[in-house]
Each structure stands twice: as structure tokens, then as C-alpha cells.
């Protein structure tokens, strides 16, 4: 017992010795200690600071690291979010972001300018699987949108990119370019709604007339969008009666 009382005693005073000689390192090093053990901030308090200016939009707010060092995984979906900060080809086309963690956000896709969905302010649902980025991200809307590649009741969406096509290589920032492209550009020949496929091939203009119809009911709202969602980011892949 004394044995090991004296060989805490010998390693605190090694310690001591080393804060004396290395008092720069010594900071340092509680400096690292105090940004890995960084405070889990809620999405709310996010959402919060945004209002208030105190975070850009698609500034990275936090990281959760609940005392331990970042992994591989969590570095690059940083580095991904600040991405989306950067690309400003994507800007235009992007609305309010919220992040429900680091794994889970939701943002508004404007529809694209001389389509069916312009004007139309469009939440989307990122989910990023344990395994992302060796598998691709879980995309849903959710808010309803009349369109042959995207589930007019689940919001599921159809895109090669995120099956087959995906690779380890893409970004977030591909996938919200994809999905904005998608949706200036049907793929009726490979539909998840076989239904609105039928009609966008059979009567195009009927197809628009109904898209432009749903887009003004569920994805514009006065209020910023709060009448257009009908799925909550905590139940994306459940739809809500109506």
C-alpha cells in the first residue's frame, strides 16, 4: 500500500515539474482539454443564435464530442458543413438550416426559377447512416411535392446518386445540388411515383398544371413555411394524416 502511495506522489511531482519547466504546453494542452470536452448544444439554442446573428447559416455550431477526441467520421462531416459554407453555387438555392445533430439536419431546397416548383420552399430531411460516408445519406422530403422521383406520401426520393451511383468521394454538397437539379429535371423513365410518371408522359401539361398546384398549397406559405412541412424531422420517415 505504501509502495503505491509513494509512486502517486513520485508521478505528481513529475508532473508539477514538467508544468514548471513547459508552462506554454501545459495551457495548451488544458486548452485542448476544454475543446474536446465541449458542451452539447440543443437545436434550439441553435436555432436561437441563428435568429439573433450570432451563427452563420451554415456555419458548424458545435461538435459533439461528450469528452472524447473527434473521429475520422466526425472531422469530415465537419469539414463537409463547412463546405456548404463556402459554395456559393449552392446559396441561392438553400434556405434555413436545422441541425437535429451532427448525424441529422433538415433544410429548405428552393424550387428551381421556370418550373412547376418555383417559388416553392422545400424541406428536406439528411439523415447520415453510422457507416456514411461508405454509404450515402437517407434524403426525404418533407414536405409534399407532386413529382415522378420523389414519394408523394413518404417523401422518399429516387436518385441514382444515392443507390448505386454513390461513392465515398461525393459531399453533402453534391447530394443538395442533386436534389435541386432533380427537381428542374423529372426523370419520368425511372419513377418513384409511377402514377405522376404516367401523367407527366401522357399529358405534360396536366403534370404542370398539378405540380404548380401542390407547390402553391403545401411549399409556399406565408408564414415561412410552417403550413408546407408535414413530417417532423424527429419522424421523417412517418407521414402525418392530412
Known amino acids: 500500500m505504501n509502495t503505491r502511495r509513494s509512486a502517486v506522489v513520485v508521478a505528481r511531482r513529475r508532473i508539477a515539474r514538467r508544468r514548471r519547466a513547459q508552462p506554454d504546453a501545459a495551457a495548451s494542452a488544458c486548452t485542448r482539454i476544454r475543446c474536446w470536452t465541449a458542451v452539447v448544444v440543443s437545436g434550439a439554442r441553435i436555432r436561437t443564435l441563428i435568429e439573433r446573428g450570432m451563427l452563420g447559416l451554415y456555419g458548424v455550431f458545435f461538435l459533439v464530442t461528450r469528452g472524447k477526441k473527434p473521429t475520422v467520421r466526425r472531422r469530415r462531416l465537419v469539414r463537409e458543413l463547412q463546405q456548404l459554407q463556402a459554395d456559393e453555387t449552392l446559396h441561392p438555392h438553400l434556405g434555413q438550416l436545422d441541425m437535429a445533430g451532427l448525424d441529422s439536419f433538415s433544410i429548405t431546397v428552393a424550387g428551381p426559377e421556370g418550373t412547376p416548383y418555383e ?112 413530417l417532423t424531422d424527429e419522424a421523417a420517415g412517418t407521414s402525418t394524416p392530412r
Open 119 to 230: 417559388r416553392g420552399a422545400f424541406r428536406v430531411h439528411v439523415r447520415l447512416p453510422d457507416d456514411y460516408p461508405f454509404v450515402p445519406p437517407v434524403v426525404r422530403f418533407l414536405t409534399r411535392c407532386f413529382h415522378p422521383n420523389v414519394d408523394p406520401d413518404l417523401g422518399d426520393v429516387c436518385l441514382d446518386l444515392l443507390k448505386q451511383e454513390w461513392t465515398p468521394a461525393l459531399t453533402l454538397s453534391t447530394v443538395l445540388l442533386s436534389i435541386v437539379v432533380l427537381l428542374g429535371e423529372p426523370n419520368a423513365e425511372d419513377p418513384l411515383s409511377q402514377a405522376v410518371a404516367d401523367l407527366m408522359l401522357r399529358d405534360p401539361g396536366a403534370y404542370k398544371r398539378t405540380a404548380r398546384l401542390w407547390t402553391e398549397r403545401y411549399a409556399v406559405a406565408a408564414d415561412g413555411g410552417a403550413d408546407a412541412t408535414r
